[in-house]
């Protein structure tokens, strides 16, 4: 199962590896956890994140990626304020920087903020999170090393400085200038190589922990208890996002896969079928999010079921095979049922629309006229003999022979085993319609001499 982790000065990529092998990116944006969604993880980790400078990454679209089952964690820095914020709303915190946030002891963006060197250094912090500081002071208090007044001055003293000036030899040298108790500013001084505290490393490393505790437990997508609003300023963050160089989105080089896409473009007419194919579903899975669709578990178990039995997939060893085959884990194919399952449901939202842009979309081709030529002339026909709505008895064929006839000659395709769910794939409401369907054309052809030798034996009784 694939796992995104937002990491930057607070844990080292080699100690953060130790403990869960992950995607590890620098830290989140805004636009990034939208962006790191699209490769379908099973969870997102936010440990640091840019502050003030760099706009911050937004609550809505950790709340989106949540509605796209998708669960996300937050710990120490901004994965802790964004984790405190969205708690109640199902967003996983760990560690005691979150714990503070959400309960009041912090609500202060600086006391975790950092300046830090770029990715090349590995993010190196240039200055120490007020939380640590809090922290490294009350261990020296616990410990004797500065007294009770001490620990309340140095405190007030670090607040007072901008975040990126809190340093320890910044805040030692600045209580020396201000007559602060030298011999214990010169005891912590001597202490703190052994003695300091990184309650946000602690806090990163504990989430990262938690994370393996709850993939080894191989839990479900995520359920949330919301209803994801999309608003004209979410559709406008959105438009922003997907406006980034396909290389700045996560999982693009794994996804774009130009060789396997060449071999497709080869074959002609069938890319762009399947380009617009695969465009239609990522429209109506966006439509969905966007509008703030929920799904039933069942919805989606119902779309797992269906797959599994039109690739023949009755049995968990065949099922297995078809996921190697085709490079998917368990859980990538139940996130890939459940985006089908809310594309379905747009998709039947929204299916009356259909018949009217089907009509513009032929006469943009330029096959409208040839269509709607033949068309006519059938009606013309089928009106002049009284086949209208022809039966069986009117061809002179049982059932099976009209599918036969109907899959085999004018599909070109085996008899499905299930007409229903075929009939549903091509917008027939009911089996009977296609059946009509199927009648016309086959008595059309008759009474116009198009019926190949093989399919004149076929319907000769009529």
């Known amino acids: 199962m694939k796992v995104v982790v937002f990491l930057g000065p607070t844990l080292s990529r080699q100690d953060a590896e130790g403990c869960l092998r992950a995607d590890y990116r620098p830290p989140v944006s805004r636009g990034d956890v939208y962006a790191a969604a699209q490769s379908r993880p099973w969870a997102i980790g936010i440990i640091d994140g840019f502050f003030h400078r760099v706009p911050s990454v937004l609550h809505k679209e950790i709340l989106w990626a949540m509605a796209r089952g998708i669960h996300v964690y937050g710990a120490s820095s901004m994965g802790a304020l964004r ?17 503070a946030y959400r309960d009041g002891g912090l609500t202060d963006d600086d006391e975790v903020a950092i300046v830090h060197g770029p990715s090349e250094t590995g993010f190196v912090g240039g200055s120490e999170a007020m939380v640590n500081i809090r922290a490294t002071l009350a261990s020296a208090l616990h410990g004797g090393v500065i007294a009770p007044g001490t620990h309340l001055a ?37 202490w703190l190589p052994e003695g300091r505290v990184d309650v946000k490393r602690a806090d990163a490393v504990a989430l990262l922990q938690r994370i393996a505790a709850d993939l080894a437990a191989s839990p479900a997508p995520k359920q949330v208890s919301y209803r994801f609003h999309s608003t004209t300023v979410w559709e406008q963050h959105c438009n922003s996002f997907a406006g980034r160089p396909a290389g700045d989105t996560p999982g693009a080089e794994e996804s774009r896969g130009e060789e396997l896409l060449d071999e497709l473009r080869i074959r002609g007419n069938e890319y762009a079928v399947e380009r617009e194919r695969a465009l239609s579903g990522v429209l109506a899975a966006e439509l969905a999010l966007r509008q703030g669709e929920t799904l039933d578990p069942a919805a989606t178990e119902q779309a797992v079921l269906q797959a599994r039995r039109a690739h023949g997939l009755d049995q968990d060893g065949p099922l297995e095979g078809w996921l190697e085959q085709n490079g998917l ?134």
């Not at 984790?83 to 005691?96: D, I, K």
């Not at 002049?384 to 036969?404: H, Q």
């Open 83 to 99: 984790a405190a914020e969205l708690a109640t709303f199902g967003m996983v915190g760990v560690g005691n920087v979150f714990e």
């Open 154 to 190: 140095l405190i007030a003293l670090a607040k007072g400085l901008f975040y990126p000036d809190r340093t320890w030899p910044r805040l030692l040298g600045a209580a020396t200038e201000q007559g602060i108790a030298a011999d214990q500013c010169a005891r912590l001084s001597a």
């Open 329 to 462: 884990s368990r859980e990538e194919f139940t996130g890939l049922m459940h985006d089908e399952a809310l594309a379905r449901s747009v998709r039947a939202r929204y299916r009356s629309w259909v018949p009217r842009y089907l009509v513009d979309s032929l006469r943009l081709r330029g096959t409208y006229p040839e269509i709607e030529r033949r068309s006519r002339d059938k009606q013309r026909l089928l009106t002049r003999f009284g086949l209208e709505s022809p039966s069986l008895a009117d061809a002179g064929m049982s059932e099976s022979e009209l599918w036969a006839w109907f899959f085999g000659t004018v599909l070109g395709r085996p008899v499905p085993g299930d007409l229903a769910a075929f009939a549903a794939t091509q917008d027939y409401a009911e089996v009977d319609l296609m059946r009509r369907a199927a009648l016309r054309e086959l008595l059309y052809r008759r009474k116009k001499g198009l019926l190949p030798a093989l399919d004149a034996d076929l319907v000769s009784r009529g």
